[in-house]
């Protein structure tokens, strides 16, 4: 049986780096179109969270989108901040988690923690 594939994202700043698998419908969202700001001159800052993010976040454990609404902004690596998924802040602990649950890593992202 072939192996799971996830994506990773890495983010680092503050002295910190962590890094977070995150499933395929999450990687698409943090990838997907930016909404416009109500006079359609610029990225909106907040933006309704799709259900199956919602979801995921649930699935997780996380409560970053309490209302349904990301306020963290729309950037790809603001998404990223806030996407749901599972953190390590240890390359060997990923590593072990990777091995352990059958888990192939398709692509990364490298991003900012500010």
Same mark, same amino acid.
């Given at each position: 049986?072939? #192996?799971? #594939? ?13 890094? #977070? ?19 359609g001159t610029g990225y ?39 996407s749901p998924g599972t ?11 990777l091995k352990k649950n ?13």
């Amino acid at each position: 049986m072939g #192996k799971e #594939k996830v994506y990773l994202l890495i983010l680092s700043g503050c002295g910190e780096t962590s890094f #977070k698998l995150v499933q395929p419908f999450v990687w698409s969202w943090i990838f997907s179109p930016r909404p416009l700001n109500e006079q359609g001159t610029g990225y909106a800052k907040q933006e309704l969270v799709p259900q199956d993010i919602l979801d995921e976040m649930i699935r997780c454990g996380e409560e970053t989108f309490k209302d349904g609404y990301n306020y963290h902004g729309t950037d790809d690596n603001d998404r990223a901040l806030a996407s749901p998924g599972t953190t390590f802040y240890s390359i060997m602990e990923l590593m072990e988690y990777l091995k352990k649950n059958n888990l192939g890593i398709i692509t990364e992202y490298h991003g900012c923690r500010y």
